[in-house]
């Protein structure tokens, strides 16, 4: 979900500029061409302040680039898994990411980033608008870790593409009983008290979000009486965008080695000034085409 | 007695005690077959131990680099014989492959020469030292006694563009006015990580050179200063070539270290971005490992380990031919 400082979105000194430069009032993002525009407008870089920025390597990156492409209404592969990033909503995508990266909007070593770093920089009040996990939020809310940001941050979902969709990466963590488990009665004990109302009510009071629709109820009547009202809000989106935007990765167990194609593709179309996006989206392409055709996806 | 006496001998030398005094007693064929045989008996558990450890893993990971062999893919252990060479072929025409190998090139040899200059300086300042020199000695092998991966990190947060203790010292004194992207920009991402490898392994270069120059005899050195040599010519022609064996261990080891270079680039850098820092043993941990190919990592691994076994044979060719012997 998309998280944003308050303290800058509701400066009258910031409201007014953006306003003439934009024309649109300063509210949070709802498209991601808003994204750019207000992460433009609060860049700060002599003053160690961006305006957005990503996970920038690893599936990190390449499942930044899947959603951005599926809000665009493109996606890394078809149905039948073929590339099909490399086409024109891809290379749009990609070429967005790149200018936003040319202009300094991210930061310059963004490509160094998984998520500690990401949330680091939030925490530290580096970054005035970016998407961002659930889990952070009672670390980003608590002053003694994050007093730059702790109070000072708003929440909404996360912002629509060209294809009017709104983008929303995500999997979920599951149990399994693999076949030779010699307990099997146990094990199914276990998951299920790992997954009991008890069990998920407290895992969900840590930040996670829970599964179970008793709990959901459960949560959302404990945020109810938070003297936040970000804690009720903060759930409600989730819920939302769980029921709406969520799209996991294909599920094939070759998608790790996609990544590490796509990945590179994407940093250094981000990094490098003058590049043919187009060529190198090509290549991967062509890569990911081989690397599933040996794997036998074709035949 | 007899046999015991036998063994570490030539079977013509058993067949000469026995003719001599008990052939009646003994016969001959049990003397010359245990003679031969026990010795050999006795090192088959480390020859068994060699095959296991050594010989088998080396000819099975051969076979796997003919083949398209993918860890989840059982069945793709099996040699395509309608394109034996494809892993190879395909390593060959590979951009980033020449790019990691080219890098491991730079990263050795600026490295290497860095921590050998930087160590013999340490060393010969070290040498001076009359008191404390014991504990000095202990403080600079502190870098030493980190895990290298700690290391990786620790530089990977000093030099983070936005957090980073380097941009926010170099800010603070004036000296840039935007931040500096030090493991991103070519060439600062290969120049950030062999800082972390300066600072962690010159410790060990000096010790090695410390070590040599206080084994040096003195007399040289008192003959010098009879005959007014400078203190830099007593380096040039006495320390330094009198130094050329510790010298040599000790771009032996680095050399073989660097060659092998992998954790402290991983977590500072991971490659990236865009293989812009590849190395070759990180590329080929993507390979094998993240990726699961393990036909091209095998595949990979040999080329590399022959160019750098050809490399290194190489170095040191040139290494003692440039050197005097005294």
């Keep these: ?299 | 007695m007899g046999d015991f006496e036998a063994l570490p001998m030539s079977v013509e030398s058993v067949d000469s005690v026995v003719t001599t005094s008990q052939r009646a007693m003994r016969p001959k064929t049990r003397v010359r077959k245990s003679g031969r045989w026990f010795p050999l008996f006795l090192i088959v558990p480390s020859i068994l131990f060699i095959l296991l450890v050594v010989v088998f893993p080396l000819v099975y990971s051969l076979y796997v680099s003919f083949t398209p062999y993918t860890l989840l893919k059982p069945d793709s252990l099996a040699i395509r014989w309608d394109d034996v060479f494809r892993n190879y072929r395909r390593l060959i025409e590979d951009d980033i492959f020449w790019k990691a190998f080219g890098n491991t090139i730079i990263y050795l040899t600026v490295t290497v020469n860095l921590q050998l200059v930087l160590g013999m300086g340490l060393s010969q300042l070290l040498a001076r030292v009359t008191r404390g020199q014991s504990l000095l000695r202990t403080m600079l092998m502190v870098p030493m006694m980190f895990a290298p991966v700690l290391v990786g990190f620790q530089f990977g947060w000093f030099f983070n563009t936005t957090l980073g203790v380097v941009n926010n010292a170099l800010s603070d004194i004036g000296l840039i006015q935007q931040p500096i992207a030090w493991l991103v920009d070519v060439p600062l991402g290969l120049i950030s990580i062999m800082i972390a490898d300066i600072w962690m392994s010159t410790p060990i270069v000096a010790i090695i050179l410390l070590a040599g120059t206080l084994s040096l005899s003195s007399e040289p050195f008192e003959a010098a200063e009879v005959d007014g040599a400078t203190a830099w010519q007593k380096f040039r022609y006495i320390t330094y070539p009198m130094l050329g064996p510790f010298i040599t261990i000790a771009l032996t080891i680095r050399s073989l270290d660097l060659s092998r270079a992998f954790d402290i680039a991983m977590i500072m850098t991971g490659g990236g971005p865009a293989n812009r820092t590849e190395l070759t043993w990180t590329y080929v941990f993507k390979l094998a490992l993240v990726d699961r190919k393990f036909g091209l990592g095998a595949a990979m691994s040999f080329i590399t380990v022959i160019i750098t076994v050809g490399f290194t044979f190489y170095l040191f060719r040139q290494l003692i031919k440039s050197r005097v012997v005294y």
């Design chain 1, 1 to 299: 979900m998309l998280h944003y400082r308050t303290d800058l979105y509701e400066d009258p000194a910031n409201q007014a500029p953006l306003r003439k430069k934009y024309g649109y009032d300063l509210l949070p993002p709802e498209t991601w061409q808003q994204v750019s525009d207000q992460a433009t407008f609060f860049t700060k870089p002599g003053e160690n302040f961006w305006g957005t920025q990503w996970a920038g390597k690893d599936e990190a990156l390449n499942g930044r680039f899947m959603e951005l492409l599926q809000a665009n209404g493109g996606d890394i592969l078809s149905a039948d898994f073929h590339p099909i990033f490399n086409n024109e909503v891809g290379v749009k995508t990609a070429t967005w990411l790149h200018d936003l990266y040319q202009a300094g909007v991210l930061p310059p070593d963004m490509t160094n980033y998984v998520w500690p770093e990401v949330a680091n920089n939030f925490c530290n009040g580096s970054i005035a608008v970016y998407t961002e996990w659930y889990g952070w939020y009672s670390y980003f809310q608590d002053p003694k870790s994050c007093p730059a940001v702790a109070g000072k941050f708003g929440l909404v979902r996360a912002p629509v593409g060209d294809a009017g969709r709104h983008s929303g990466w995500a999997g979920a963590h599951g149990y399994s009983i693999v076949g030779s488990s010699k307990n099997k009665e146990a094990a199914a004990q276990l998951i299920k008290f790992l997954t009991s109302e008890f069990v998920l009510t407290e895992e969900s009071r840590q930040g996670t979000l829970p599964v179970r629709d008793d709990v959901w109820a459960r949560v959302i009547a404990d945020a109810e009486a938070s003297t936040n009202p970000l804690d009720k809000q903060r759930l409600e989106i989730a819920q939302v965008q769980i029921s709406e935007d969520f799209t996991t990765p294909p599920l094939i167990s070759d998608w790790l080695a996609v990544s590490n194609i796509v990945f590179p593709a994407v940093q250094e179309i981000l990094i490098t000034k003058d590049i043919d996006i187009q060529a190198r989206l090509d290549q991967a392409a062509k890569d990911v085409e081989q690397l599933l055709d040996d794997a036998g996806y074709y035949s």
